[in-house]
T-cell receptor, first 113, second 112 residues
Framework: IAGITQAPTSQILAAGRRMTLRCTQD?????MYWYRQDLGLGLRLIHY???????GKGEVPDGYSVSRANTDDFPLTLASAVPSQTSVYFC????????????FGSGTRLTVV | QKEVEQDPGPLSVPEGAIVSLNCTYS??????FMWYRQYSRKGPELLMY????GNKEDGRFTAQVDKSSKYISLFIRDSQPSDSATYLC????????????FGAGTRLFVKA
């Protein structure tokens, strides 16, 4: 089934630890995104990539890094996790940066303790 | 002030009711308007999108955009328990690198 696969589904992480959230898409979409979703705040963009080899900062990039070595994979790394990074993280993709039509993954629930 | 405002609800209606979900926005540069549906513990899925002003209908769903009032709506006719979900509006500005802003979402419960 075409779509986005995120791993892990959920994780409890000790503060200060490093963590990489994985995201893979099989739709050959050019653009990919990482969002966090918090109650009352909605979806906020962390980082994005318009095409393989390029990345950009979103609304809340501090404490996160991304890479886009190829079209399909877009991992998100927390270098040193803090409790405020407790959230649900969604990876998304779109054919291009045309403004509509995002496909989302099922999310990673991360708790930093 | 947030760029996009959406009442979080929850909104509870009986089965068969007409549901009206709304968002207001402040950025007049938004040109693309989307509605996403999100079931519990799932990712959002694109429900409808419109470009600029006007109406768009798809089955039981109708999306309306009023750019003069900076107001968008999603209507659900003959609501079903399976429509129970969180509905997020989203808007995109093509002049600003297609920055997309999401509303916080409205939780809808349709009672059988």
């Amino acid at each position: 089934i075409a779509g986005i696969t995120q791993a892990p589904t959920s994780q409890i992480l000790a503060a200060g630890r490093r963590m990489t959230l994985r995201c893979t898409q099989d739709m050959r979409h050019n653009a990919m995104y990482w969002y966090r979703q918090d109650l009352g705040l909605g979806l906020r963009l962390i980082h994005y990539s318009n095409t393989a080899g390029t990345t950009g900062k979103g609304e809340v990039p501090d404490g996160y890094s991304v890479s886009r070595a190829n079209t399909d994979d877009f991992p998100l790394t927390l270098a040193s996790a803090v409790p405020s990074q407790t959230s649900v993280y969604f990876c998304a993709s779109s054919a291009d940066r045309s403004g509509y039509g995002y496909t989302f993954g099922s999310g990673t629930r991360l708790t930093v303790v | 002030q947030k760029e996009v405002e959406q009442d979080p609800g929850p909104l509870s209606v009986p089965e068969g009711a007409i549901v009206s979900l709304n968002c207001t926005y402040s950025n007049s540069a938004f040109q693309y308007f989307m509605w996403y549906r999100q079931y519990s513990r799932k990712g959002p899925e694109l429900l409808m999108y419109t470009y600029s002003s006007g109406n768009k209908e798809d089955g039981r769903f109708t999306a309306q955009v009023d750019k003069s009032s900076k107001y968008i709506s999603l209507f659900i006719r003959d609501s079903q328990p399976s429509d129970s979900a969180t509905y997020l509006c989203a808007m995109s500005d093509p002049t600003g690198g297609f920055k997309t802003i999401f509303g916080a979402g409205t939780r809808l419960f349709v009672k059988a």
